[in-house]
């Protein structure tokens, strides 16, 4: 897989996601090929963080605990 063929805004948004980065590189070298040409069509950041979560989302719903990283300091003190 040469991923220099990759979109750079592409890029950054599968990187700046933890998750859908462990998924793209689970993926086949023909899987990322095609996810690689559905993104390169698009222009708007919009449309490539749609393409992103769709790596994300099971049954159609995001990975929650992933929304808001503040959140993991939310809750009771250990001592």
Do not use: Q
Not at 16 to 27: G, L, Q, T, Y
Not at 42 to 63: Q, T
């Amino acid at each position: 897989m040469d991923y220099n063929n990759m979109p750079l805004n592409l890029g950054l948004a599968i990187t700046s996601n933890r998750m859908a980065m462990d998924r793209f590189i689970d993926m086949t070298d023909d899987e990322k090929n095609e996810f690689i040409e559905r993104g390169r069509g698009m222009m708007s950041r919009d449309e490539i963080d749609d393409l992103v979560n769709s790596l994300v989302k099971e049954d159609g719903k995001p990975d929650v605990h992933l929304e808001n990283v503040k959140d993991i300091f939310n809750g009771p003190s250990i001592g």
